[in-house]
């Protein structure tokens, strides 16, 4: 009946489907509707009716919903678009028929049931198309006037509900007129409010399917541009361990060139030559120190959304680098205290870059700090924060210089007076891990009495136990 | 300190003027020295010189040969070369903690894993440094043996 399908695409033929099967299943609770009511109102209400034909159509209504059930479970899902509607259509047009055949075999247009055709159109908005519907509604207007003109004229039988009526209604022209009216309006007007508020539901289906398909897109591009930034990352991080190699490798040689000739092993050296060696030798480690710092800086500000994130626990990497650090004080004649908690204090970072952080601020401890001097390292667990605090009795930082100190090659002039070396990178290096991390860094401490660093990162939530930083 | 006289260093190192230092400072301690100057020779020096310690600059012009060195040697069919200890010397600064990656054609070594070697130096090495590491070495070397 039915001319446009219903069904558009694949979304809505499945929805078309699942509405068949559940129109089957109520179709199942209708026969037993009927069955119960044929049955029911005679023995209730003291009505008479003409059960054996009520009977038969309602057998073969269930007979029908059978072969419905069948169809609709067994055939195969490549079933199109039109079939599934043609089917869907089929059902609501022989619906129409036996609910006809019942009327008629229960009064016909005496029969209050005769409201039931809205169940109908209500249901074939649901399924059908617009169109289709207010074809089954013409459908719908045409059997039951049909039947009503034909019992009123005589052509076929009228089978009277004794006991519901008082007088044959059917007959009567103004009673026919007044009954069919108010089902032919009542019809169209269902058909018209129930279409208009499906179809509304069926727009915003479509637009929430088209939704749905264009944030699959969208997270997908997302996910390949993530892919790419990572490969990026990657990318630069290689480029710099090969252009820190580069750097290094001729200096190196370098400066192992000028040593062996400082150290008298490739013939004798007068006193002017070895003192202008040795500075040669002395500018070509600065040169080297320098190109560590800045390959170092450039792989600390590598996009944090791209750079390695594992669980690390400080206390065990404090434990770990403790004897280096050990090592590192004593040859400085400086003593050393590490204190951590006994239990993990963990945060998400990149291993590799807290490392280099804490070395960074015990080497600038340890550097700076005169013989005899202390260094203290301390990690302690906040709310939410792990802190880990260097404090030595060093040359300290001066209050002016607090702001500065942070920037790139720059040294305070107490640093650079100390004699001892330094890139003025290190500090940069420290920020910049932590910035990178979310975390915060404070400076206490005045001019000659010493230098506290305190850096502190958010905490990993507790979750996993965490991974133990290798050192080679 | 020990004495290294007689210890047979192999010396695998691309840079000439890096080979070249090394070899004046071995043999001021008495070594004798074989060199190798990129990763062909250094795979077969190992097994018709049998030195007692390998010297390795791990970053060689394509940048993996160095660690392929290392395992094809760990995988030597020669358990005197598979058991020869190799030390890797880095240019790039030692405390940076890297791990090396092979790529994905090795099969031996997953990614992540640490080089099987016996120790890292950091260029440029002093005399000191690198006699003591490689004392360091030989000794370890001597205990693990039966």
Known sequence: MATEPAAANDVELEELRDRISWLVRLRWIAVLGVFATVAAAPRLLGVQLDER?????????AGYNLVAWIVSRFVPAAAQGAAVSYFANAQIALDLGFLTALVHYSGGAENPFAF????????GSILLSRIA???QVSLAIVLFSGMALLEATGVISHHHVEGLFAEELYRQPVYLTAVLFCVATTLCLCAFLATSITSRLRRREAEIVQLSTSLKEHADELAAAYDELRQLGVQQT????????????PLASLERMLAVVCEGRTGPVSE??????ERARLRVRQMLD?????????????????????RVDLAALLHDMAAEFEQQAASASVSLSVSCPSMPVEVQADPEAIAELIDNLVSNAVKYTTPGGRVAVVLERRPGLAEIRVSDTGIGIPAEERDRIFEEFYRAPNAQDSGKDGTGLGLSIVKAIVEAHGGAIGIDGR?????????????ASRVAPSVPVNRP | MGDLTGTKVLVVEDDPDAAETLEIVLKDE?????????AQDGLSKPRSEKPDVVLLDIMMPSGTEGFHLVWNLRKDPDEQVRDIPIIVLIAIHGTTRLRFYPDQSDTVYGPGEFLPVQGFLDKPASSEQLKAKIEEVLSQAKTSSP
Do not use: N
């Open chain 1, 272 to 277: 002017k030559s070895q003192e202008m060696i």
């Open chain 1, 133 to 135: 519907t207010y074809l």
């Open chain 2, 30 to 38: 008495g070594c004798a020295v074989i060199r190798a100057a990129d």
């Open chain 1, 53 to 61: 034909p009520l009977h038969l159509v309602t057998a073969l209504l």
């Open chain 1, 116 to 123: 039931y055709y809205v169940f109908h159109v209500v249901i």
């Open chain 1, 238 to 249: 290689e480029y710099l361990h090969r252009a820190a190699h580069h750097l290094r490798s």
């Open chain 1, 290 to 310: 320098l190109a560590r710092d800045l390959l170092v800086l450039s792989r600390a500000r590598v996009s944090s959304a791209v750079s390695r994130r594992d």
């Open chain 1, 447 to 459: 001019e000659g009495e010493g230098t506290a660093v305190s850096v502190t990162l958010p905490a």
